[in-house]
């Protein structure tokens, strides 16, 4: 009895010790060592390089109109509280809340809103939109940044990830890697100086 005991015991030891230490340990340094960026989080760094401005797979609000705006969040982009709003497709809440994103993107029967602007994700922190809905935003951005829609339709088309086209998935842009890239473009547009108005 006693030897069966202490085998049970050394049995749980010995499986907490490799599923609770050894096993997350390997899976941590190996994903470190073959994909370090994607371990750390896929942060995103400001221009200092020590200075985290955001990750790659959470997305954040955008306030300013010479921004892409991401897809609406029902936890208001709160990573620690990820979760759609479970309102039904025939909630009048839901409806009111499409209508309201609609009329605040300025939606026209000549120039609907694609559906991903309009409507969370699952998680509210899906940090793409689809092409379409950037393209949407594309005069708005190119009036306030003073460049033209041409200018921004081409970023747009450059930053628009098509990886995942071999198993189905639709093209797809990152919204926060978007607007970092317009930031680039602006700042290394030559400044207008008076000899040359």
């Known amino acids: 009895m006693i030897r069966q005991t202490v085998h049970a015991l050394l ?69 620690d509280a990820a979760g759609g709003s479970n309102l039904g497709t025939k909630n009048p809440d839901l409806h009111a809340k499409v209508k309201e994103r609609a009329e605040a993107l300025k939606a026209t029967p000549e120039k609907p809103v694609p559906a991903d602007l309009i409507a969370a994700s699952g998680s509210g922190l899906d940090p793409h939109i689809s092409p379409e809905a950037a393209y949407f935003q594309a005069d708005r951005v190119a009036a306030v940044r003073q460049m033209t829609v041409e200018q921004v339709k081409s970023l747009i088309d450059t930053m628009t990830d098509k990886s995942g086209a071999v198993i189905g998935a639709p093209p797809r842009v990152n919204v926060l890697k978007l607007n970092l890239e317009l930031d680039k473009e602006t700042s290394a547009k030559p400044k207008e100086t008076t000899a040359s108005r």
Do not use: M, N
């Open 11 to 79: 049995a749980c030891v010995v499986t907490l010790v490799i599923c609770s230490v050894a096993y997350p340990l390997a899976l941590w340094g190996l994903g470190t060592a073959l994909f370090p960026h994607q371990a750390a989080g896929s942060l995103i760094y400001g221009p200092d390089k020590t200075t985290v401005i955001g990750s790659e797979l959470i997305a954040q609000p955008f306030a300013s109109d010479k921004y892409f705006v991401s897809r609406p969040s029902a936890v208001d982009y709160k990573a």
